[in-house]
């Protein structure tokens, strides 16, 4: 066909034809399914080596990147292209990028490093920016974070470069998490710290090494108050599963063994037959039935109810 060999354009001493450009425009997009071909290749058979998720996809990310850069310059080549005539245009667009794009172009640098260096890689838990939850991509411009709720939340990479990230298993996927557990005043406090272990001991998911520990942390109002700390590799992408288990345990064996699990209490001053509650005067309505309005010092006195107790 002629038309397809009649130049259109000329780029410095290349006549550029709808043929080149036709030819062009099918091995790009050839080449963009070679090199994600090519990135699930290499995951695939590194799967087969000790490298972790992460460091798998980082590699194969990278070799798909260069796949398509190196091909990309070889099917301009071949159409007859001179890329020397296009250092003027690539200058321009150098200074778009630096101005107009500057922000794509912060991203993708901060793929490149996320990918290189890899202070958060596919599979690792994090939290950044409120975000809670498993890197499942980390793509040229943003990465992909699925939460518990099974919601994918585009993150740009930027952020993960910029903000502070909280990484749960970066370097180590032994997580410890600290349930606090209240006693009555009265409790047997070594037979509690004896359930407690025993509790955390019998938790598959628990690990015996680091070993789980018991601490008395304070003497509080209301109760002795306790802490927990066991450590857990299996379910650190799931801490509100292995909390619940833990204090549904907990509950159990203090019933068993009549372990009481106080409530807060307030005091009650009987005067002069009547009942005296201290209560938040600014959270009672003045107009309230029964009630006197005087007040001093947030202490009302209930009329009428002699020989009876109010509640606040």
Known sequence: ??????????????????????????????????????????????????????????????????????????????????LTALSVFAGALGVGIGFGLQNIASNFISGLILL???????????VVNNIDGKVVQIG???????????????VPNSMLIQEPVINWTRDDPRVRFKIPIGVAYGSDLRLVEKLLYEVAESHPDVLAD?????RLMAFGESAVEFELRVWSTTLV????????????????????????????????????????????????????????????GGIHRERGLEGTTGAD
């Open 1 to 82: 066909m002629e038309w397809l060999e009649a130049p259109l354009f000329r780029v410095g001493n290349s006549a550029i034809t709808a043929g080149a450009l036709l030819m062009v425009l099918v091995s790009l997009i050839l080449l963009y399914w070679l090199a994600a071909l090519a990135r699930r290749l290499i995951v695939r058979a590194l799967q087969r080596t000790p490298m972790d998720i992460g460091a798998r996809e980082a590699i194969g990310t990278l070799v798909r990147y260069l796949v398509f850069f190196f091909g990309g310059l070889a099917i301009i080549q071949s159409a007859g292209i001179d």
């Open 116 to 126: 290189i260096e890899r202070p958060v890689k596919v599979g690792d838990r994090v």
């Open 140 to 154: 040229t411009r943003a990465t992909t974070i699925i939460t518990n709720d099974n919601i994918a939340i585009v």
């Open 210 to 214: 680091p070993p789980p520990a018991v």
């Open 237 to 296: 992408h799931q801490r509100g599963k292995l909390i619940s288990e833990l204090n549904f345990a907990i509950y159990d064996k203090f019933k068993e063994y009549g372990i009481e699990i106080p409530y807060p209490k307030r005091d009650l001053y009987l005067r002069e037959g009547k009942v005296q509650v201290q209560i938040d005067s600014a959270s009672l309505p003045a107009s309230a039935s029964g009630y006197n309005t005087e007040s001093a």
